[in-house]
């Protein structure tokens, strides 16, 4: 398929939160509340994922369902890889959205997981990873290939790219590090050992659910406090429920804290890893 090489560096440099939301989104079906009704776009959320414009191309954090919606609307072309938290519906059931970008590139793209991931994955996409009886043309299914990752850093498409071990509720998952931003979502606990990895930031973009208590997230206050140990330069909260009106609660924040919304963009600074 014919390229046209001025794609391949659309919003290089550029961390994007693609959607902000909770695991059902804002608006929620079938709610009347004053979020869910609000004409202020940075009401409406995705469910949560992240762009990032590499040097060498782009990549993903996460495949919501609202994926394809969420590329169109920041004319993101294609993806050459993904990087997933867990896998969870919200975060991976818009995977066959990047099907697209494999075809363009014509290559496989890569899926950077956990090895529980890794085995949702090919459950939940099984068609992708098996010999089509039927239907056996080149667009039938995405050309997806794994790799493993832990929490050792690793070098993606001309990044440094750290894990970072999260808990979420009871579930062990990755947040990441990315120069100096951090994107951590879905937390309800940061284990000792994870602290070092977010000393120092630019920007910390971190799950703040609600203000009440919940399970397996952070609701606002706790962020609040991992935000006071760690004393990164500005954070963003994401995973957002319609408890949180957008306006109303940045309004009440210290300054350098906010809510993130769907579509804010940070610099990589310093751009290669």
Not at 47 to 59: I, L, N
Not at 106 to 133: D, G, W
Not at 194 to 209: F, T
Request: hydrophobic share 35%; with cysteine; aromatic share 8%.
């Amino acid at each position: 398929m014919q390229q046209d090489s001025n794609l391949f560096s659309h919003r290089t440099g550029e961390f994007i939160t693609l959607g902000t939301g909770t695991s059902v989104g804002i608006p929620i079906v079938g709610c009347d509340c004053q979020v869910c009704t609000s004409p202020n776009p940075k009401n409406q959320r995705g469910r949560t994922s992240v762009y990032v414009g590499a040097p060498e191309g782009g990549f993903l954090i996460d495949t919501p369902p609202e994926l394809r919606l969420q590329m169109l609307r920041e004319g993101i072309p294609w993806v050459h890889a993904v990087l997933y938290t867990h896998s969870h519906a919200d975060h991976i059931f818009g995977l066959d959205d990047v099907r697209i970008s494999g075809y363009r590139l014509e290559k496989s793209i890569m899926l950077h997981c956990e090895e529980i991931v890794e085995e949702q994955i090919r459950c939940s996409f099984n068609y992708a990873f098996e010999t089509p009886k039927h239907n056996t043309h080149h667009m039938a299914r995405p050309q997806l290939e794994f790799q493993r990752i832990n929490t050792d850093a690793f070098n993606l498409l001309g990044l440094k790219i750290q894990p970072i071990r999260l808990m979420h509720g009871t579930l062990p998952i990755l947040g990441f590090r990315i120069n100096d931003i951090a994107f951590c979502t879905d937390v309800s606990e940061i284990p000792k050992e994870s602290w070092k990895h977010l000393e120092g930031l630019d920007v910390l973009i971190l799950d703040a659910l609600r203000i009440k208590p919940h399970p397996t997230h952070f609701n606002l206050e706790q962020s609040l406090k991992v935000v006071e140990r760690l004393k990164p330069k500005r954070t963003f909260f994401t995973h957002i429920s319609h408890s949180l009106e957008h306006e109303e609660i940045n309004a009440s924040l210290p300054d350098n804290i906010e809510l993130a919304y769907d579509g804010l963009s940070v610099p990589l600074n310093g751009l290669s890893g």
